[in-house]
């Protein structure tokens, strides 16, 4: 997908997710494609670069604040198709899963959007 979708060298896409131990990018990277791409005016893997670092940041955020999994570029081979998908539920049930996870393991971070945790709150409350 990475060579696909963001138009890296298949050594390059290799070396970064070997860098980060599975199928994950760091988002610096993600972020250098980006800036790349838009120089060369290839505005498909422009949005794909872009979209994968917004989930990767909001949405779909881990605990290490610095990584995304490659699995999001699947969703939006075809963008088209991406509106159809039911995202608030997958945001939920990522937090939720990151929400249990905190609390039963004794962690003192959680992982996920953290801003849409305080907005649902917010309107329990209300």
């Known amino acids: 997908m990475l ?10 896409a290799r070396t970064e997710t070997t860098h980060c131990h599975g199928p994950y990018v760091r988002l610096s990277w993600v972020r250098d494609i980006y800036q790349r791409r838009c120089q060369a005016r290839l505005w498909t893997v422009v949005a794909h670069a872009y979209v994968l670092h917004i989930l990767g940041c909001t949405l779909f955020a881990n605990k290490s604040a610095t990584h995304v999994h490659v699995v999001f570029l699947d969703v939006f081979c075809d963008f088209s198709q991406s509106g159809s998908y039911a995202w608030g539920a997958a945001a939920l049930v990522h937090m939720y899963d990151h929400l249990n996870e905190a609390c039963r393991s004794g962690d003192r971070q959680i992982a996920s959007y953290i801003t849409l945790l305080q907005v649902i709150n917010m309107f329990l409350i209300s």
């Open 3 to 12: 060579v696909e979708l963001l138009e890296v060298f298949g050594e390059e």
